[in-house]
């Protein structure tokens, strides 16, 4: 079955530290990945996505992420994180033959300290 | 602000009750979808629709029904719930679903419903 596991249910990072949410997927064929973020009280926003080519996916608000087939993962990482990334972050994916159909991860809950 | 609106924000229904869920969109999307979450857990589909015709239900119980007037719109009937689906319910739409480029999804900031 098609799946989208994320590591870490609760990360506490200060900051200007780095960051990086691990995100693995299942799935068989092409794949599509996709970041969301979720801040408190506000709707599910699209960070960056994955179809093909680069695997080095530059998003909003300073994020990337890096698709590395032979791992099976998609991480999130941002070089220095400021107060307002506080927010849940979703990892999801979706097949390239089942389209619209997305599968997300279990979340990961940011929480970065002044 | 998102461009999804859905309306109410929240719903409090008794098991007995007839409602709607709406939803809303004017970005010419052709693809509009249902999802459900639970408090601490990710969204999880229920129905999705391609140019106003129903093409993903998710095996979703019949005491939900969706409805797809028109390209801007999504309905989402609800009859005869249960305490058990008290849930955020999403809305979300995307450009069509018939290629994969044509995603990601846009999503509304969700109807809080509880049933009691």
């Known amino acids: 079955a098609q799946s989208v596991s994320q590591h870490n249910h609760h990360v506490i990072l200060s900051e200007a530290a780095s960051l990086e949410l691990g995100c693995n997927y299942s799935y068989g064929g092409t794949v599509n990945l996709f970041w969301y973020v979720q801040y408190p009280g506000q709707h599910l926003q699209l960070l960056l996505k994955?179809?093909?080519?680069?695997?080095l996916v530059k998003g909003i608000k300073g994020f990337e992420a890096e698709f590395i087939k032979s791992k099976f993962s998609f991480n999130l990482r941002k070089p220095s994180v400021q107060w307002s990334d506080t927010a849940e972050y979703f990892c999801a994916g979706g097949s390239g033959t089942s389209y619209g159909k997305l599968t997300f991860g279990q979340g990961t809950i940011l929480t970065v300290h002044p | 602000d998102t461009e999804v609106t859905q309306t109410p924000k929240h719903l409090v229904m008794g098991m007995t009750n007839k409602k709607s869920l709406k939803c809303e969109q004017h970005m010419g999307h052709r693809a509009m979808y249902w999802y459900k979450q639970k408090a601490k857990k990710p969204p999880e589909l229920m129905f999705v629709y391609s140019y106003e015709k129903l093409s993903i239900n998710e095996s979703v119980p019949s005491r939900f029904s969706p409805e797809c007037p028109n390209s801007s719109l999504l309905n989402l009937h609800l009859h005869a719930l249960q305490p058990e689906d008290s849930a955020l319910y999403l809305c979300?739409?995307?450009?069509?679903?018939?290629?994969?480029?044509?995603?990601?999804?846009?999503f509304g900031n969700g109807t809080r419903l509880t049933v009691t």
């Open positions: 979300a739409s995307s450009q069509d679903r018939r290629s994969s480029y044509n995603l990601p999804l846009h």
């Open positions: 994955y179809f093909s080519g680069d695997p």
